[in-house]
């Protein structure tokens, strides 16, 4: 008996040093190396590179390096918006610096939203950033209603929502939320396990950070979170400061920011530090009840830029101090950064304006369409910053609107080589890129 005992000590004491990917040793090493793109080679900047709760960001050059960790066969993950994430296992060996080099794959996936056409909202699907696209869903799972948001989190994984819609199982209406698992070959209505609302409102905005935890923002002055998937729906926040948000981003799923038309005499951001259990309100110094917030790219847990009728406004310290760093002629209605320095922008003169180094200098892009008089709504590029595509609306009637395509950073942009039909579009996200 004495013996059986001792075997299950031994056999619990291995599988918790498997799990903790370290393997016994008395001594500690190094690990070091470069992450780069798989396709490109190009080192690859602000890599969260983790081991146990360690984290480290890769520099411009893609170097990272652990200079102690425990001798043996240990776990590290790499991760980065916009990338595949990756997960090494590493033999350290003691008293040595062991090189290890990463490659990391972008993610090249996306979904646009819009108006309603042949009876049913609009989703439009990427599989190569935005050069080519098809359409999704069907008139059971998408149903008659514009569709004004999307997130796309990874490459199977996709929120979408928009109007309200009028459900034939219920006889009610109900919150139009809808969202795929499977790369948008089968869409599930989410919506009606909204129960704490007595008014449906649309949908203006939606964010997450993974396929556990959404956050959707009304044309209202209602916040909503989805928990298990999405599959359980609630309030979380009814705001005093704001009359009608227009848009919502996390970079973290914990930091979370807010906003649109305002209330009262001035401009307001709603912000959580937890998810959104809990709000405070962010008065912004300069504006007043007048402006509006009609974009949000929270780029980590305190920066965060922000485009309205007053440009775009840039705060590094959770929104108590803000520097306004682009002034256009019109409002500028999207805005989308990868880190602190690469940020693009759309506006309502039908312009898109693009930096690389925090707005320090901003360039016009070159817009290459016979299409006139139109207003970009949504600029969305994939993780590297190389391609990405943007929405727009079109006064012409015979192309109410579309998609824009870029391969050089967001420089030059032109239509797609192919896409269903022409559609009033209203946003696009494409896999880890825009929350």
């Known amino acids: 008996m004495k013996k059986t005992y001792d075997t299950i000590i031994v056999l619990i004491w291995v599988m918790l040093s498997a799990v903790s ?50 001798e043996g066969l240990q776990g590290i993950t790499f991760t980065k918006m916009g990338f595949e994430k990756t997960v090494s296992r590493i033999s350290v060996q003691r ?20 108006a309603v056409d042949t009876e049913f909202g609009t989703i439009f699907y990427t599989e190569d950033a935005g050069k ?24 199977k994984v996709c929120w979408a929502a928009g109007d309200t819609v009028y459900s034939d199982q219920s006889g009610l209406i109900e919150f139009n939320i809808l969202k795929t ?54 309030k979380c926040l009814q705001s005093d400061v704001t009359a009608l948000f227009q848009a919502i981003s996390t970079p973290d799923a914990k930091h979370i920011w807010a906003a649109g038309v305002p209330s009262g005499p001035y401009l307001y951001m709603e ?42 406004l840039y705060s590094s310290d959770k929104g108590r101090t803000w520097k306004s760093v682009l002034k ?40 290459r369409t016979d299409l006139s008089d139109i207003s970009i709504n949504c600029v969305s590029m994939i993780g590297d910053a190389a391609e990405g595509a943007a929405t727009f609306i079109s006064r012409e ?4 609107g579309g998609l824009l395509y870029t391969d050089d950073e967001g ?15 209203w946003e696009v996200s494409f896999a880890g890129s825009r929350h």
């Not at 530090?273 to 962010?282: A, K, L």
């Not at 039908?350 to 180094?357: L, R, S």
């Not at 009637?397 to 109410?400: R, Y």
């Open 411 to 425: 420089h030059t942009w032109r239509e797609p080589e192919s896409v269903p039909y022409k559609a009033v579009l």
């Open 397 to 400: 009637s015979a192309a109410p």
């Open 132 to 155: 080519n696209w098809k359409r999704q869903g069907n008139r059971n799972s998408v149903m008659e209603s514009d569709l004004f948001a999307v997130c796309a989190v990874n490459r």
């Open 181 to 234: 698992s499977d790369a948008g070959n089968t869409w599930r209505r989410q919506g009606r396990s909204v129960s704490d609302i007595a008014i449906p409102l649309p949908i203006i905005a939606i964010c997450a950070m993974d396929t556990s935890t959404v956050w959707a923002a009304t044309a209202g002055n209602i916040i909503l979170k989805g928990a298990s998937g999405g599959n359980s729906w609630k």
């Open 271 to 312: 912000f959580s530090e937890d998810g959104g259990d809990s709000w405070s309100s962010v008065k912004i110094d300069g504006l007043t009840g007048t402006d509006t917030v009609y974009d949000i790219s929270a780029t980590d847990s305190a920066s965060l830029y922000i485009s309205g009728t007053f440009g775009v």
């Open 21 to 70: 990917c370290e393997m016994p040793g008395s001594g500690s090493g190094g690990v070091e190396g470069t992450v780069r793109e798989s396709v490109s080679g190009a080192p690859v900047e602000g890599v969260r590179v983790r081991y146990a709760d360690t984290t480290i960001l890769t520099g411009p050059d893609g170097y990272y390096a652990f200079n102690s960790l425990p």
């Open 95 to 114: 008293d040595k610096m062991t090189e290890h080099d990463v490659e990391i794959s972008v993610m090249r996936t996306g979904w646009a939203v819009g």
């Open 328 to 367: 256009t002629s019109d409002d500028v209605i999207g805005v989308t950064a990868l880190g602190s320095f690469d940020a693009w922008t759309g506006t309502l003169d039908g312009n898109i304006f693009y930096t690389h180094d925090g707005f320090a200098q901003s360039q016009k892009a070159d817009i």
